[in-house]
């Protein structure tokens, strides 16, 4: 069955550093997301992505973030100068279409901002 | 707002009981999917049932829709150790939206 994989698995990182999550979503998608889970809490939606473009966003995704599709298989998401409020699970998803079938996640990345 | 809140926060039942969960909504929707997460991982699409359909079935999983309400409800049948998790359910407009989720914890 095809996988949304996601890279790293975990990462750490100092306070105002800039970090990359990589995500490869399943090959005949064409929608893009990314979401986060603070520990204990709510999936939060943060961006979709469509056609090379950003298509919607949420309050969360700031100047500090942004997303990228750099080679036509690989979708990351860039948080510029990280805050100790990042830390979180990352999680990439991809879809066939927007809302009309399912979405796949990918297995998320943990970000501790030390 | 979009998202759909789960009814309960907690269910814990014993293997082979039925557990049911609800969701209510707020907006008009496309569609309504329902997605479980295992702790610490991805969410995993269960089922979706579209704004015209009352009633779905997926193996041991029943979905049904109330536009007219706006809620729907989750039922697991003949639940095993297996099925513990988180469920979600995710009303469908423009982007999917998640709430707190349903923790579910089924005792052998």
């Known amino acids: 069955e095809p996988e949304v994989t996601q890279t790293p698995s975990h990462q750490v990182t100092q306070m105002g550093q800039e970090v990359i999550l990589r995500c490869v979503p399943i090959s005949n998608h064409l929608y893009f997301y990314w979401y986060r889970q603070i520990l204990g809490q709510k999936v939060e939606f943060l961006v979709s992505f469509y056609n090379n473009e950003i298509s919607e966003k949420s309050e969360i995704f700031d100047d500090q973030f942004s997303v990228e599709r750099p080679d036509g298989s690989n979708f990351t998401l860039k948080i510029r100068s990280t805050k100790l409020e990042d830390s979180a699970m990352y999680f990439c998803?991809?879809?066939?279409?927007?809302?009309?079938?399912?979405?796949?996640f990918g297995s998320g990345t943990r970000l501790t901002v030390v | 707002s979009q998202q759909g809140e789960e009814d309960p926060q907690a269910l814990s039942i014993q293997e082979g009981e039925n557990a049911t969960m609800n969701c209510s909504y707020k907006?008009?929707?496309?569609?309504l999917q329902w997605y479980r997460q295992n702790s610490g991982r991805g969410l995993v699409h269960l089922i979706l049932i579209r704004s015209n359909e009352r009633e779905k079935h997926s193996g041991r999983l029943r979905v049904t829709l109330d536009t007219s309400k706006k809620s729907s409800s989750l039922l697991i049948t003949a639940s095993r150790a297996a099925d513990t998790a988180s469920y979600f359910c995710a009303p469908a407009g423009n982007m999917l939206t998640f709430g707190g989720g349903t923790r579910l914890m089924v005792k052998p």
């Open positions: 907006t008009s929707i496309n569609n």
């Open positions: 998803a991809s879809s066939e279409a927007l809302t009309a079938g399912g979405y796949t």
